[in-house]
Each structure stands twice: as structure tokens, then as C-alpha cells.
């Protein structure tokens, strides 16, 4: 296996250091010609590029076998300045190791295959030998990612994108949609003269990238779309228990059910949007309707029934735990217009 | 016949001084609406878009119907800071007048249907009554041009000259590639956010490719015949818009686009670099995938893909993805919690 410890920025300097790390590790001569490296024959044959596109915006084309297991590692450094999207469009998976030691796949389907890091994240690649790997990478500067992205006021509702502004460390997987890999493909079959090929590469890039914020945005609008109909859906079936109070409060599974959540869920949300549990709400409404009637003069039987009490003995109980006063005793001390 | 004058510039302003001079010359409002020009009903329909996408450089793109006919006029200023490069994909006659050239006609076919021009030359952009618009039009300064392609004006200062000189104004015939990425602008599926990003790289491709084109000849593969290829990418869209459909077999959409099978087997494969049945798998399984995201049950999104049977769908989507619609929903709403 060869073991390649590596940084990088926007700039070919660091493919040039790149290559010389390569040299040290396998012990042969790499030599970069125009955008290419010229991998060893021992270590690999294919295309191995990379493109000085815009002020802080570069490309990667990796179209090559490996004929040994190469594992490249990232120094990780203390800014979060310079951020990488790699596409990963072989049929062998492509194996990532993250700081925590966890292995991450990037898989040859569509699932998982495109994974976003910041340069403070430590990462390592693994390429399995004799494999065809296709692996496209797009650099980007943070003030790459302001001038194009971050100047746009949907971010403050997106926080993977206050992600980017804060300059927070970053490093997650995404699926690839359909269009994502047709330009990737579209990329690595491009074949234009040297003297355009650059400013072709930029525009498939940019469409590219243009697609992934899309797609990082939509991801969390979705999110908060579909968690609002349900919030929607919650707040009014809790106005409609409250207009038939008379009638028996609905067990926390159907109420979830009625609203198309699960159980956990439909608590989790009744909590954040009432400040109070589901059934402590209803009780609580209960009894100060309750006190109310009774203030007011009501029958005990009455004010049992238009609540939904079917025993008047277990209304007493209830009450009496909840304020320390039977209903009757309630009603002579409070009770108005007497 | 209407006439409206307009003036070049990269800025939002263009826009409102369209909509401003349209108004004057049909008597009803012309007005802006979220980078768009709306028309009333009898002057024209579709869409007349404009999109500042960053400092001195813009886009303009009409996918539109004008039902009244329109001289769009334009006269010479003294300055020659902004330049337009006009691709035209219309299959109906679009005239265009060039100062000192005369009049030609840039739709109908690939003839010509690429015009550069500069501010110092008048033109005018001639639609009949009835006339399906498809235009791109791609205003930059030259500042602009220079930043953004120091590296070509080293390597080939004659294109900088070809391209900058007071005097030039041109037009050549499109190409299939250069057609295929001015779709890509109009095309349905654009993303939301980041538009201008991808607007953006829709025109560099364009720049790249027409540059390209002043440098190096068509060769013979690429000249294919316009009105056939563009039943294909007709044919295509329409398909792709109903989906719930079945999709037609490769028979039936030839003796739609007037071809024969092989023909038409060969065209799309050059057009859309895949095979016509592969195409529609790809499209129908994405979509499946957008439907499922958006919360739509699995039994939905079968019948919305004309399946007629479920375990007919989920084997298809299995072979797509490696995993099943049911699985693929599960894991997208556990996704963030």
C-alpha cells in the first residue's frame, strides 16, 4: 500500500507538493505535464488532473487504476478557508476514513455518493488497486462561496449553509440526482483545445455546484415544509378537542395517528409548540374550565358532563388532587353572585 | 407591427426600459415581474426573462410566443463597451438587420442562427405575428471578456482582436453542441437556488464552445439536420412531461419525428449521449426518487409513472438504486433527527 499524506488549497501549488509526496512514498519520479500527472507505471495509468479554474475555484479529474492500494490522508489545518466536494462516480466504492475513526462509503449508487469537507476535518481516502476509480473533486475558497452563494439572503434559513458563514467545520454525505451525474459524466468526456477547455470546465463546474447548494437548500426547505403541515395539522386538532370538551380526549396513538405522525413524534411536537405535554394540557384546560363553572354557580353533575366526565366521583377525585378543594368546597368559596 | 426600442446594458434597467417601451408601442402595460416581462393576453405569451448574473455580465432568454408582431430596435451609441452574442433556436423565420449588412434571417434553421454584435453597430431583431420566440442572448462588457480570459487573449491574441475590434459583427450557424447548451438555460428542470450560479456556467460553456467554433471547423459528424433534430428534442420534452404515460416505443417517436428507427435510434444517442430507452429509465427513476422525497406513498408515485404494477416498480427502482423504494423513503425521513 502507498501511504500519501497531503494538504490542499485552490492553487496547483499544492498538486505540485502532491506529486512529491507521491514520489517520496512510492520511490519513483511523478512529473506533472500541463494539468496532468504522470502516475509511475507501477503506481497506476489514467487521468489524473487538476485545473486552476477561477480565484479560489478548482477542479479535480480522477480517471485512472490504481495497480496499488494508494490511501491519501489530509493534514487537517486550523481554518476552515477551503472546502472540497468529491463526486464519486466509479463502480467501486470509495472508502473514506474520518477523524473519529469512523469508515464511510461513498458509494457507487446514487445514495451516498457525494461527500462535502472543510479543510479542518481530517480525512483519508482509500483506492482499492486494479479498480477503475472515477472520482471528480471541486475546490472552493470560503470567499468563493460568499460572492457566489452566501450573498443571497436564503441562508439565514439554512443552517448547513450558517455553516459555511461561520466558518464551522464541516464534513457530510449527500445523494447525487440525475442531473448532478450527467454533468459529472459530461465532464469527464469533454474534449475541447486546450484554449477553451479551461472556461468549458468552469461553466460544467459551476452548474454542478450550482446543483449541490440546490439540492443543500431544498433538502432542509423540504424538511421544514413537511414539518410544518404536520405542525398545522397538530394545532388544529387541538382546537377541535378544545371545541368538544365535552367529549372524551382522544388517547395520545390516535391523536398522532390523526395527524399522520408517529406517537414520539406528535409529543415531541405538541410540546414545542403548546410549552406543555399533551395530556397535562387537556388537564389543565379541564380544570380551570372547570373552577370557571363552578365560580359561576353550575351544578356539579353539569360541569362533570360538559366536560366529559363519566362518573362524577372520579371528577371530585380529580379535582380535589389537582386544587386541594373538593368541587363543593370550591364552589362555596369562590363562587361569584351569590 | 410593434416597435420597441431598447439599449444594451448588463444592468436590471434593460428589463424595465423593455417593459417601458413596449408599453408605449402596444397602448396596454407591459410590467416586471420577478426578472420576467408579463404581457397582456393579445400582445404576447411566455416567457421574457432577464438575469443580472454577476458585474457586466447578464442573460436575457425568451421562450415566447409574440402574437403581435415586434421590430425590436436598437440604435448605434457611440461607445462600444457591450457586446451580445444572440443564439437563436427558433424554427420559424427571425429577421435580423445589421448595420451595413443588410437583413438575414437568424431562426428558421442553424443557418446564421449565431449573431456577435457590439454596441456601436445598430440592429434590429424583426418577429412576425405569431412567431415562436426561442432566443438567448448573452450581454457582457469588455472588462469582462479580458478578466475572464486572460489566458486565451495570451494564447490567441487574434481572438481578442477578432472579438474586440470596433468593427467586428458576425454570425455562424449553430451546432448541435452549441444548441444543446443553449437548451440547457431554457430547460425544465433548473436549480431554484443558485440560479445564477448555473446561469452562469450555462454561459461559459456557451462562450467556450463559440469560441471554440471562430478557431476550429465543424467536422462532418456534427452537422446534422436541424428541423430532425429538433422533432427529437421535442419529442423528448414532451415525453418527459408526461411521464404517467407509458413512453412511447422507439417505432412509434420515429414515425412521430418523420424518421425511420435507426435514424432516430442514432440522433438522440447523439443528442442526449444516451439510448432512447436508457433515457427514460434514468428520468422515470428520478423521478420516482423527487416524488418519494416529497412524501408521496410509494403506491402514488407507481401509478404517477404509469406502473401498473407495484412490484413491477420497486424491482426497477431496486436495479436503479441498489435499494428499494421503501428503504429509500424510510432512510430519507430518519435523515437529520
Request: proline content about 3%.
Amino acid at each position: 500500500m502507498i501511504d500519501v499524506e497531503y494538504y490542499h488549497t485552490t492553487s496547483k501549488k499544492w498538486f505540485v507538493d502532491f506529486a512529491r509526496s507521491l514520489s517520496a512514498a512510492c520511490g519513483e519520479p511523478v512529473l506533472i505535464e500541463n494539468n496532468n500527472l504522470v502516475l509511475p507505471p507501477s503506481v497506476g495509468e489514467g487521468r489524473f488532473e487538476f485545473y486552476e479554474l477561477t480565484d479560489g475555484f478548482s477542479l479535480q479529474i480522477i480517471d485512472c487504476v490504481f495497480f496499488k492500494k494508494l490511501r491519501l490522508s489530509r493534514k487537517s489545518n486550523s481554518g476552515n478557508e477551503i472546502y472540497k466536494v468529491v463526486y464519486n462516480l466509479s463502480t467501486a466504492p470509495v472508502i473514506v476514513n474520518k477523524r473519529s475513526g469512523a469508515v464511510k462509503n461513498l458509494s457507487n449508487d446514487l445514495a451516498e455518493a457525494i461527500l462535502l469537507s472543510s479543510e479542518s476535518m481530517e480525512l483519508g481516502v482509500t483506492f482499492e488497486a486494479n479498480k477503475p476509480t472515477r472520482v471528480l473533486i471541486i475546490f472552493f475558497s470560503r470567499q468563493w462561496f460568499m460572492r457566489h452563494i452566501g450573498r443571497y439572503d436564503y441562508r439565514i434559513r439554512v443552517s448547513r449553509l450558517q455553516n459555511f458563514v461561520a466558518s464551522n467545520p464541516m464534513q457530510f454525505t449527500t445523494s447525487m440526482d440525475l442531473r448532478s451525474r450527467q454533468l459529472a459524466e459530461e465532464i469527464f468526456h469533454v474534449n475541447l483545445p486546450q484554449l477553451v477547455l479551461g472556461q468549458y470546465l468552469t461553466g460544467c463546474s459551476k452548474q454542478l455546484c450550482a446543483f449541490f447548494f440546490n439540492q443543500l437548500i431544498e433538502e432542509e426547505v423540504t424538511e421544514e415544509r413537511i414539518q410544518s403541515k404536520e405542525a398545522v395539522r397538530i394545532i388544529r386538532l387541538k382546537e377541535e378537542i378544545e371545541k368538544n370538551i365535552d367529549q372524551p380526549i382522544p388517547r395520545i396513538e390516535d391523536a398522532a395517528e390523526m395527524c399522520f405522525v408517529s406517537r414520539t413524534k406528535f409529543m415531541t411536537m405538541f410540546r414545542a409548540i403548546f410549552d406543555d405535554g399533551y395530556s397535562s394540557y387537556f388537564q389543565e384546560l379541564k380544570n380551570n374550565k372547570a373552577k370557571e363553572m363552578l365560580s359561576q354557580g353550575d351544578a356539579i353533575e353539569d360541569v362533570a358532563s360538559s366536560l366529559g366526565y363519566k362518573h362524577i366521583s372520579y371528577f371530585t377525585k380529580m379535582f380535589l388532587k389537582r386544587n386541594g378543594l373538593s368541587p363543593a368546597d370550591y364552589r362555596q368559596k369562590y363562587q361569584l353572585n351569590r | 407591427m410593434l416597435e420597441v426600442k431598447y439599449s444594451m446594458t448588463t444592468s436590471m434597467e434593460f428589463l424595465s426600459n423593455i417593459a417601458e417601451h413596449y408599453t408605449k408601442a402596444c397602448g396596454e402595460t407591459v410590467s416586471v415581474r420577478d426578472h420576467s416581462l408579463v404581457f397582456p393576453p393579445a400582445v404576447a405569451e411566455g416567457k421574457f426573462s432577464f438575469y443580472e448574473i454577476e458585474p457586466g455580465l447578464s442573460l436575457c432568454c425568451l421562450d415566447c410566443t409574440f402574437l403581435k408582431g415586434v421590430r425590436f430596435r436598437r440604435s448605434d451609441t457611440v461607445t462600444n463597451d457591450i457586446k451580445v452574442l444572440h443564439i437563436n433556436l427558433s424554427t420559424s423565420p427571425f429577421w435580423l438587420y445589421q448595420q451595413g449588412k443588410g437583413t438575414i434571417d437568424v431562426g428558421t434553421d442553424w443557418k446564421n442562427a449565431v449573431f456577435y454584435g457590439q454596441s456601436n453597430f445598430a440592429s434590429e431583431f424583426v418577429a412576425e405575428d405569431g412567431t415562436v420566440a426561442r432566443v438567448i442572448n448573452i450581454y457582457f462588457t469588455k472588462d469582462w471578456w479580458v478578466t475572464g480570459n486572460e489566458i486565451m487573449a495570451q494564447q490567441y491574441p487574434a481572438l481578442t482582436d477578432i472579438l474586440l475590434s470596433k468593427t467586428s459583427q458576425l454570425t455562424i450557424d449553430l451546432d448541435l453542441r452549441l444548441l444543446l447548451a443553449a437548451q440547457e438555460i431554457l430547460g425544465v428542470a433548473l436549480p431554484k437556488y443558485g440560479l445564477n450560479l448555473y446561469f452562469e456556467g450555462c454561459v461559459r460553456k456557451i462562450m467556450a464552445l463559440f469560441v471554440n467554433r471562430l478557431t476550429v471547423p465543424l467536422a462532418e459528424d456534427e452537422m446534422l439536420d436541424f428541423a430532425e433534430v429538433s422533432r427529437v428534442i421535442a419529442a423528448k420534452d414532451k415525453i418527459l412531461n408526461e411521464l404517467d404515460q407509458p413512453v412511447p416505443t422507439l417505432e412509434q417517436v420515429a414515425t412521430q419525428c418523420h424518421v425511420n428507427k435507426s435514424k432516430f435510434s442514432y440522433m438522440f444517442r447523439a443528442v442526449f449521449h444516451k439510448a432512447y430507452s436508457d433515457f427514460f429509465l434514468e428520468a422515470k427513476m428520478q423521478k420516482a426518487a423527487d416524488l418519494l422525497l416529497e412524501g408521496y406513498s410509494i403506491a402514488e408515485v407507481g401509478s404517477a409513472l404509469n406502473y401498473k404494477n407495484l412490484g413491477h416498480f420497486a424491482g426497477a427502482f431496486y436495479n436503479y438504486y441498489h435499494t428499494t423504494p421503501k428503504f429509500y423513503k424510510k432512510s430519507l425521513f430518519n435523515k437529520g433527527k
